[in-house]
Each structure stands twice: as C-alpha cells, then as structure tokens.
C-alpha cells in the first residue's frame, strides 16, 4: 500500500496535478469562486501544436466550463449531458445523458408528470395571455409597434393596459398561485444564446451537481457518473431559460443552491429534497429581465450564507433571508457577475436602475423619459463577525460610480485590486479596494469590441483576459500599472454556433482551469489541454467513453 501512495504521488505531479485535492473540496464555476489559481505556472502562449498535450471532442458545445477535481475534469454539453474526461490524457471517463423524459422518468413518471402537467394549463394559458397582451400592446421588444385594438389607441391608454397585464402577470408567478403541475409546463425550448447546458457543475470530489436550462438538478457519482438523484424545479413560463443560462449550481454545506429562472432553490446534497425556495427581490415592472449570475456561498462564524447578486443574503439551512440589499437593476440589462468574496468583504457590480415605469416607458416610447434613478456602480460590503438571530448587519464600506459595474465579466480580486471590465469588452478598469478609486483604465480594443461574458482569472500571478468573440487572450501582471505580458491568438477551429450566439460570434465565454504547469480549456465542443513544457506531438482520444444513464 505504502509504494501504491507513492507511485499515485508521482503520477499526479507528473501530470501536473494537484494531489491535495479530495472529497470535501468543493470545486466549480470560477474554481472555487474566486478565481484565483495560487501556485500555478500555465503557459502563456498557446494553440495547435504549442504546448498542447491532449484535445478531445465533447460531442457537443456550448458555454459550460471545465471543472477539475484531482484527475478528472468534468463540464457539460448540450443539451442534457454531463461528462468526464481524464485530467492526464483527455479520455472520457463517463457521459451521463438526462434528457428529462427519455432518460430520468420512468413511463410511469412521464405519465404522471403528463397528468399533472393537464392541470396546470389554465394557469399557463393565463400567463400566455398576458404575454401576448403585452406584446400587441407595443410592450415588447424596442422597435416593436403596436397591432390590432392597439395599433390607434393613444399612449395613456396603452400604457395603462400594459401595466395591468404586468401586474397581473407578476401575480400569477408567484408562489402561492402556482399550481403543481407547473414545473411540467414550463419546458419550453432553449434559450437562443445559452441553450440547454450553459451551466457549470459543482463537486465535492464525491459527487457531481448540475442544474440544465429545463430546471432538471441533478447529482451524480464523480467516479462512475451514475445517477444518484433528480429533481425537476418549478421555474415559470416565459422566462426560465433566459434566468438560467449562466447559472451554475453553488455547494453550502449539505445543501446545493441551485437557480432556475428567478428563482433560486436549496436542495439536499444526499437525496435532492428541496428544502427552500426564493425569488429575486424583483416588482412586477422588471418581470421580464433576469440573471445570469452563480450564486456565493460565505461562511459567518459557523453560519453559510448564500449570497445573490441583487443583495440578498440567504441562510442555507433553511432559506431565511438574513438580510436584503436591494441591488437588482432595471434598465433591461442583466445581472451577470458574481458577488466575489475577498477576507470579510463583497464585493458587487450593481446595474443602475430607472423609475418603475421605465419598461412602459422603454419599451413604448423608446426610452425619452424614462428617469434614472441610480448609476451603475461598484459596491464594497462589509460583513459581520456573526449572525444575531435571523438579521445580518452589513455595512457599506463604499460605491463607485461606472460604467464597468454593467458587466457579463465575473471581477476579481488579487492583492488589494479589483479589476473589472464593462460588457462590450472595450475597457479595462483597475479599482483599489481599500477606497474605492480607481488606480488605472486601458482600452482592450485588441480583444475586439463585441459582448463578452469571459470572467477574469489569475493564474501564475498573471491576470488572463480572454475575448467571447475572438480567440484572443492579454495576459498582463497585476499592479497598479498595466504591464502586458503576453497576448495570446488560439488559432484553434471555431464551432458552428446557432441563432444569437453565431450572429455575435460569441465563441469564448468558458472560464479556463489550471494547476501545475497545465491550463483546460474549453471551446464550444471542443476541450483542450496545454501544459507549459508539453513538447510532443497532441493527442487525440476521441468522443468513446461509458455511457451511463
């Protein structure tokens, strides 16, 4: 047993492998949500034939990112699959399909889904309706005109409608008014840009947790990719897929948080019995928008606290909100970032808001009056040293009015600095923590103006900014002066996307992974490996694996 422990030791760190990683060590989106990579030394230059050692078809794209735990790395591919692959060579190890009615139900589920499902019809039709009222009424997408009854009515009387249908509309989602069925009613199809399984899982080095763009959670076995658990999450017509694009599931203990709209969920780790629900602190104008973001999980003294991107705070036990600061934005722009965690403090990026007519308003008049009534900004906030009963006291350390803080760029935080970027990719913004201010700006215009959801990372003690439209990369060192290391072009073949996401080109939103001298990289249906001092010739595994349902 002693030389077995030896010889696993000297694999690992051949492979450049961490061998410190075991069951317990939770590892997902973002790494461990922070982003930071420490003792690492990845390449900073790569592509095919440059310090590539293995690169393996998926099988299937798009936007989950790699995950890697001890010698497995694990993701997701469209539309309802997980996968794992070997860390040392690229083969795959397992891939688990959970295509909700092919796979995960029995005949005798489906069928009693399908039953349920008849019953919540009505309620569905009620919300189709509304949707559709709102939609001739000259309430939908910017540009839109009004139809029918609604071509020659005057604003007022326009705007007045849309604001009932909104309002009722906001009353049938909730809780309280959602009749069982739903979570059977609300499939839908896939969002345009994200499809089915944008999401990244999460692993405790045991088990794996996934959540995909239908509101199917599941858990299963890291080793053997089997199945251990489901649960289908209600969510709601219209919106679902949109909300849950982007968002990954977040481990807190024995709960798992999983987002599915806006909603958010704390389930079981051991069985998928959910324990709690929540929405986003939205009101009945912002009914239409959503989130992107991954939840963060804190520890306060021995209290987990979920954190959510429009300021709640959310004890994991059981779902109590702790505390709420009311951060969720309303000019039609998304939440997108995660809150990030750095020693007692979050750090948020905060979209600005409009006046609670804005939509009828944006959407009617083209935006001429709506009213701003809050700047984007970023916002420091200080937690307690623990929780008092059910209140948690935070305290705003300081804001920053910008731009930047309209991100799809999770920021992050290394060695006193922050550095954010704003959504078009344009510009790079470098904020000292302690205050506030900001230290530096530089134009990222060689990355390519477009969209861009790539979160930064910091790996070697490089800062890696990558583009979601072009396969470019900066590397810079981080500072308070912008000293460029390195830039990047992949070269490696660009996927064939669909709809909004191959009109944009949005290629490269994946969050890398690293440790030892290797980087994992995914691209659409493609997953790569490049190690600093690969000099042979790449391998190509190919897509066989067990299949595991």
């Excluded at 009722?168 to 069982?180: D, F, G, M, S």
């Excluded at 600093?532 to 066989?544: F, I, L, M, R």
Aim: charged share 20%; glycine share 12%.
């Amino acid at each position: 047993m002693f030389h077995r422990t030896i010889l696993t030791l000297v694999v690992l760190l051949t492979l450049g492998l961490s061998a410190s990683v075991h069951a317990g060590e939770v590892r997902g989106w973002h790494n461990d949500g922070s982003g930071v990579f420490p003792d690492v030394d990845p390449p900073t230059e790569w592509g095919p034939g440059q310090h590539e050692v293995w690169s393996t078809d998926l099988g299937g794209g798009m936007h989950s990112s790699p995950v890697l735990i001890g010698d497995k790395v694990v993701t997701a591919v469209e539309p309802f699959t997980l996968i794992c692959l070997s860390a040392g060579d690229g083969k795959v190890l397992w891939r688990t399909s959970n295509d909700l009615w092919k796979d995960v139900l029995s005949k005798e589920e489906a069928a009693a889904a399908k039953k349920q499902a008849e019953g919540a019809q009505a309620w569905k039709k009620a919300i189709d309706e509304v949707e559709k009222l709102i939609e001739d009424a000259g309430a939908g997408m910017p540009g839109t005109k009004p139809k029918g009854e609604y071509a020659d009515m005057p604003l007022e009387q326009r705007m007045a409608i849309v604001k009932a249908a909104y309002v009722k509309r906001w009353e049938l989602v909730q809780a309280k008014n959602r009749p069982a069925g739903a979570k059977w009613v609300n499939q839908g199809a896939a969002h345009y840009d994200g499809g089915w399984a944008a999401a990244t899982p999460v692993t405790d080095g045991k088990y794996v947790y996934m959540v995909f763009g239908n509101g199917l959670g599941i858990c299963c076995e890291l080793a053997t990719g089997k199945r251990v658990w489901w649960s289908k999450l209600p969510g709601e017509p219209g919106i679902q897929h949109h909300g849950t694009s982007g968002s990954s599931p977040a481990l807190a203990g024995d709960i798992v948080v999983m987002r599915f709209g806006h909603w958010i969920y704390g389930l079981k780790t051991s069985d998928g019995t959910q324990v709690w629900e929540g929405r986003e602190p939205e009101q009945w104008y912002r009914i239409r928008c959503c989130e992107h973001y991954t939840p963060l999980v804190v520890t306060i003294d021995k209290t987990l606290v979920v954190v959510t991107s429009s300021g709640q705070f959310i004890r994991a036990a059981d779902g109590k909100m702790l505390a709420d600061l009311d951060l969720y934005a309303t000019t039609g722009g998304e939440m997108v970032a995660m809150p990030l965690y750095d020693q007692g403090v979050i750090y948020f990026t905060v979209g600005p808001r409009q006046s609670p007519d804005y939509r009828l308003d944006a959407m009617v008049m083209g935006g001429k009056n709506a009213k701003l009534i809050r700047q984007p900004q970023l916002m420091a906030v200080k937690l307690p040293d623990r929780v008092s009963g059910d209140t948690l006291q935070t305290s705003i350390l300081w804001k920053t009015e910008t731009s930047t803080a309209i991100t799809g760029t999770s920021p992050v935080v290394f060695k006193g600095l922050l550095y954010t970027r704003d959504l078009n990719n344009e510009m790079l913004r470098v904020f000292d923590i302690r205050d506030g201010k900001m230290v530096y700006e530089r134009e990222l215009d060689w990355l390519g103006s477009s969209l861009t959801f790539a979160p930064f990372v910091v790996a070697g003690g490089n800062l890696y900014i990558n583009s979601s439209k072009k396969d470019r990369t900066i590397i810079i060192k981080p500072g308070r002066e912008y000293v460029e290391v390195a830039r990047n072009v992949r070269g490696i073949k660009k996927q064939d996307l669909h709809g909004w996401a191959g009109g944009f080109g949005l290629l490269y939103g994946e969050s890398p992974m690293f440790s030892g001298t290797r980087m994992y990289w995914r691209e659409g249906s493609m997953m790569y490996c490049f190690d600093k001092n690969a000099s042979t010739k790449p391998a190509v595994p190919g897509v066989e694996g067990k299949v595991s349902k």
